[in-house]
């Protein structure tokens, strides 16, 4: 058990510190953080910069954090995969926050006790568990996790499936097919597999211009769907289905298939199977033979959630919105794409807020003050290409005891101008440097 | 107004000699500048009304051009002239001193000297922003420094801010992290947009709390 200075004087004033009572803590007390991300290191960060007397431990498993926001972006160039690493040392050295790299095993709820794979004991005040997703390789027929390693990646959480992926794109065949399997609801990112379509739709146009990108959904729309579409119609000679176009501007219709297309569920894009060693998909329409396949699997709350008892049948972990405390498992918060917090999505953007709002929830609650009335924004941009980008943008806010999506300003309109895009995309490539900052740095 | 020409003249005699090496080829001229604003299409404040909203001007400076955060310029009651310059100045990339100019380069890329002058015209219709307080001038906007050559900021810019003279911007009820942003930029030279770096010269000797005492003073105004 590491103690920080601070609490070291503190247990040493009152004797020894595990019979310190609460009560002598007043305003301050002990967190432990399970998990790194997005969720976990924003908090911790908020925490200190506003309570710095309160003892922070995030205990992850990996020493550097590698972002999945942006990470398409590694499989066509735009970016690297080192990009994608983010340093704990802002963490540990400005803000005074113990990130210990370990694995958490054990929980013991009633004693406040955290157990790691080392053997460590981290006891707690708040337990914040911010896992992140487990992603479910066996849901699919024939897919598995080794699969994934080796022949047919997923890259929906980065690493080396990305970086293979990103190879076996660079060295497919000229005229080959990219075959993205789409997830069902809910999942991490809601634009995230059509919009590494496009990514690698726009590589294709310049290094594989007879290659094409085909997307099998079981869902009939995703979010940013309709931006998605139109976008993929200018650049990719994409065709809306006839029963998509209503309340669409003037679009192309070209006459010959472009490099990408995407299959949904009324017309059979469902997945059954994949046979990697034919390199195949079975769908409801049939089979797709591909050079490439990627499959974004179904997922659900990060291993850790579901081993300590804080997921619900839907297997994700139920919360209280005003604090993100577990309704299963009291003085557990969770935090990021773990939560069921609809409409709330599961983004970086969304596990940003929500780890705000627990921070100040959590300082609160240890000062002995009223909870806040809290509030959330999320705004998703994605790219059709490198250029050519939009954004979704949600307020959040608690009506009726539930978050409900609030009315907010906005200006975009599907089709406004070409500025739109141009914008959305220089904003993406900013916001991909102050997100990071914001809860990293 | 003689005297006004006559320090206007000073400071640009001095700035020849001092930013010889900085300034770019690109760098307007008092004539090449006339010309340019001389056969500027004529603006339709009507479509500039719709430009706006379409090219998401007003997502930052806000639908009636005065900015909802003070972490972008109002651009509401700015001179036209102003305005269509500074369009001009970022699709040239004259005006890229920092990340924000390149938002406004990847916008203004996509604007005709048509759709520029609707816009500069709306503007220009608006009634500029209204953060009026009494508070009194300081020494640098009515005297300047002499010391330290520093034209007295009233001899372009108005006392409080009105701007127009010798087609200087308007910079009354800006939000003072702008024109705190705007001196800073022209301090380090990272701005060049002023005709014979007259801003540069003007705010090369200040220091950090004049600049804040400006930028307030400024904001402050009506």
Known sequence: MISRRNFLGMA?????????PLSARAATGKVVVIGGGVGGSTFAKYIKMNAPQIEVTIIEQNPIYIRPYGSSEVLNGHIQMSDLEVSYDALRNKYGVNVVVDKAIGLDADKRVVTTASGAKFDYDRLVVSPGIELLYNRIEGYSREIAETKAPSGWIPGSQTALLRDQIRNMRQGGTFLIVAPPNPYRCPPGPDERGALVAEWMQKYNPTGKVIITDPKNEFVTGQDMRLGWNRLYGYNVPADMREGMPALQQHSEAGIIDWIREVDG????????????????????KADVINVVPPMRAGKVATAFGLTDASGWCPVDPYTFESTLVSKVHVLGDSVSASPLPKSGFAANNEAKVAAYAIINLFAGREVEEPSWENTCYALAGKDYGFMVIGVYGMRDGKIANLPRPGFQTLDVSDTKHRLAAVYQQAWMKSFTEDSFL | MRTLILSLL????????????????SEWSAKSLRQALESRPTGDPLRGKDLNTQHMCASCHGKEGIAPTPNWPSVAGQLESYTFKMLLDYQSGARNEDNRANIMTAVVDMLSPQDMSDLASYYASLAAPDMSTTMPPPALVTKGDPQRLITPCASCHGLTGQGGIKGTPAIAGQSADTLKRALVFYQSGERQSDLYSVMRQATKRLTADEIDQLGYYYSAQN
Do not use: C, W, Y
């Open chain 1, 12 to 20: 040493l004033a009152a004797g020894a510190a595990g019979l310190l």
């Open chain 1, 269 to 288: 894009g469902r997945p059954l199977a994949i046979d990697a060693q034919k390199m195949q998909v079975e769908t409801e329409q049939g089979f797709i």
């Open chain 2, 10 to 25: 000073v400071v640009s005699s001095i700035t020849a000699h001092a930013t010889e090496n900085v300034v770019p080829k």
